[in-house]
Structure formats: structure tokens, C-alpha cells
Nanobody
Framework: QVQLVESGGGLVQPGGSLRLSCTTS????????MGWHRQAPGKQRELVAR???????NYTDSVKGRFTISRDNAKNTVYLQMNSLKPEDTAVYYC?????????????WGQGTQVTVSS
């Protein structure tokens, strides 16, 4: 059974930091690109950051220079370090695993973790 379990969300003041973690089980983690997406109330889900199986990263423009995605293949875990948080970063953050395994595209989601940036 595939599981993606996010943790690390919470309430933080503007300018503060949080580190999200997503620990996976049931997949060959090193073969998957991992992403963090977010969805704010009334808005569509958007890709925040992504890291390929080879470690190449990309970010949405609004978080460049503030967020860092990383992965630890030994721990089957992907992280999102979020610094200089702004109220507009408030959203539910979701972990995503995306891979082409053989000829089959596989895609999995976590349950989400709430991040609230407010004074």
C-alpha cells in the first residue's frame, strides 16, 4: 500500500520559517520525482516546488529564493524548507510522487498539511 504522509505544518508569523516533511512507503522512492503543491481557499492547486529523481529542482516564481526542496532517498522523504513566509503562503500543502515505472505512469498524493501564516 502506497502512503505519503506530510508533517510540519502549523501556524507561523510572517517572516517565520517552517519545514515540511513527506515520508513515503510502498514506492521505490528514488525512482520518483517529488513535488510540493498547495491549495489556498477558493484557488486552484498549484505546484510550489519539484525535485526530480536526479535531484534537479524547480520552483514557482513566488517562492524562489525563499523555499528549498530537498530529498533523502535513504529515508524515503522529501522536505520543503520555507523561509520568509508571507500571509499569501497560507494554504494546504500536498506532497506528490510522480514516476514512469516501466511503461506505466504512477502518481500519488498525500493527505495535506495546513500552513497558516498570520500575526
Amino acid at each position: 500500500q502506497v502512503q505519503l504522509v506530510e508533517s510540519g505544518g502549523g501556524l507561523v508569523q510572517p517572516g517565520g520559517s517552517l519545514r515540511l516533511s513527506c515520508t513515503t512507503s510502498g514506492i521505490s522512492f528514488s525512482l520518483y520525482a517529488m513535488g510540493w503543491h498547495r491549495q489556498a481557499p477558493g484557488k486552484q492547486r498549484e505546484l510550489v516546488a519539484r525535485i526530480t529523481s536526479g535531484g534537479v529542482t524547480n520552483y514557482t516564481d513566488s517562492v524562489k529564493g525563499r523555499f528549498t526542496i530537498s530529498r533523502d532517498n535513504a529515508k524515503n522523504t522529501v522536505y520543503l524548507q520555507m523561509n520568509s513566509l508571507k500571509p499569501e503562503d497560507t494554504a494546504v500543502y500536498y506532497c506528490n510522487a510522480d514516476g514512469l515505472i516501466g511503461l506505466i505512469r504512477k502518481n500519488y498524493w498525500g493527505q495535506g498539511t495546513q500552513v497558516t501564516v498570520s500575526s
